[in-house]
T-cell receptor
C-alpha cells in the first residue's frame, strides 16, 4: 500500500503561537491532499482540499486565515495553525489521493495530536 | 444524499466469531467504497475496498458484500481476533469528489 507520513506526531504549544504540520506521500505522487480534524470518538471532519500549486479549498466553517495550507509539491502539503488557542487542540490527519486506473485511492497519514495550553 | 449511514455504532464479538458492520448510501453516483480501520491515536488505514461492478470481495479474513440494488454494503470479519479491536469506517466516493465517511463502528473482540 501507499505510505503517507506526518510530522510531528504530537506537539504541545502555548496559546498564541503557530504550529506547522507536514504531510508527505512517500512512495507516490498525490494528485490531491486533504486535511481532516478528528474529535474523540467521532468520524473525520474534512477541513480542506489542496492541489499542488493552487489555493486550498476550505470546507464551510473552516477559517482559512487560521488554518493555512501550502501544497508545495506533489508529495508535500503543510498545515499551519496560526495563533493557536486551546479550542484548536485536536487530532489532525492528512491524506493523499492517487489515481489507480480509473479510480482514486486515498491513503491517510498517522495523524498529529495538537495540544494548545 | 451525500450521507453514508453506518451501523451499529458499537459492536462486541467473542473471539473467533464473525463481526458484521453495515453501511447504506443514497447517491448512486458513488463508484468506490473503501473501508478503513483506525486504532486509537493513529490515522485510518485502508483495509479493503470494492467497486460497484462486483458483489463481493475477499481479502484474508475480511470480506465486503455489496448490494447495488439495495444501496448497501457490509464488512464481514471472519474468525475475529482481539487485535481486530478498533474503529471501522465505511466510506464512499464518486470520481474525484470528496470521500464521504460513515459515522464509525467501535469493534471490541473479547478474548
Amino acid at each position: 500500500g501507499a505510505v503517507v507520513s506526518q510530522h510531528p506526531s504530537w506537539v504541545i504549544c502555548k496559546s498564541g503561537t503557530s504550529v506547522k504540520i507536514e504531510c508527505r506521500s512517500l512512495d507516490f505522487q498525490a494528485t490531491t491532499m486533504f486535511w481532516y480534524r478528528q474529535f474523540p470518538k467521532q468520524s473525520l471532519m474534512l477541513m480542506a482540499t489542496s492541489n499542488e500549486g493552487s489555493k486550498a479549498t476550505y470546507e464551510q466553517g473552516v477559517e482559512k486565515d487560521k488554518f493555512l495550507i501550502n501544497h508545495a509539491s506533489l508529495t508535500l502539503s503543510t498545515l499551519t495553525v496560526t495563533s493557536a488557542h486551546p479550542e484548536d487542540s485536536s487530532f489532525y490527519i492528512c491524506s493523499a489521493r492517487r489515481l489507480a486506473g480509473n479510480y482514486n485511492e486515498q491513503f491517510f497519514g498517522p495523524g498529529t495530536r495538537l495540544t494548545v495550553l | 444524499q451525500q450521507q453514508v449511514k453506518q451501523s451499529p455504532q458499537s459492536l462486541i464479538v467473542q473471539k473467533g466469531g464473525i463481526s458484521i458492520i453495515n453501511c447504506a448510501y443514497e447517491n448512486t453516483a458513488f463508484d468506490y467504497f473503501p473501508w478503513y480501520q483506525q486504532f486509537p491515536g493513529k490515522g485510518p488505514a485502508l483495509l479493503i475496498a470494492i467497486r460497484p461492478d462486483v458483489s463481493e470481495k475477499k481479502e484474508g479474513r475480511f470480506t465486503i458484500s455489496f448490494n447495488k440494488s439495495a444501496k448497501q454494503f457490509s464488512l464481514h470479519i471472519m474468525d475475529s481476533q482481539p487485535g481486530d479491536s478498533a474503529t471501522y469506517f465505511c466510506a464512499a466516493i464518486s470520481g474525484a469528489q470528496k470521500l464521504v465517511f460513515g459515522q464509525g463502528t467501535r469493534l471490541t473482540i473479547n478474548p
